[in-house]
């Protein structure tokens, strides 16, 4: 089936603040994403020699009042899959529902039992669009 481990995300409040215990840890920062349209930042935090490992710090820019206590903290475990379409394919077979279809070749979201939101990836390219997932529409929260 081909999966590759990609990351961890986790929310964090106070950016600054959340860089900075990481790097006393012995984390450095990777690679970054700032999205000017959703306004939030995306920092991969990695070991050196572990950078394909990260941690992926998700930051909104507008603030986010209801962390810590929200248990929003925790986000999401990232898999490279070789087919996207082959592995929901394979999951929802298997009676797992697929919370955000991969209706652009490239991104899906699943749930485990424990409702642990789970993002599979395309490795590479996105694959062309192609049903029933490019009209499929998302199912509860991921």
Request: proline content about 6%.
């Amino acid at each position: 089936m081909g999966l590759r481990y990609l990351h961890t995300m986790i929310r964090v409040k106070d950016l600054e603040k959340s860089m900075a215990f990481f790097e006393l840890l012995g984390l450095k920062e990777t690679r970054r994403y700032d999205s000017e349209a959703g306004r939030f930042s995306l920092i991969f935090m990695a070991p050196p020699g572990q950078e394909d490992r990260p941690i992926e710090l998700t930051h909104n820019w507008d603030g986010d009042d209801a962390l810590p206590s929200d248990s929003r903290h925790f986000g999401h475990l990232a898999y490279g899959v070789d087919n996207i379409y082959e592995v929901c394919q394979h999951l929802q077979d298997n009676g797992v529902v697929i919370n955000r279809p991969p209706r652009d070749g490239r991104m899906a979201f699943v749930r485990s039992p424990d409702n642990i939101s789970v993002e599979l990836l395309q490795n590479g390219e996105a694959l062309e669009a192609a049903e029933p997932w490019a009209s499929m529409e998302s199912t509860g929260h991921w």
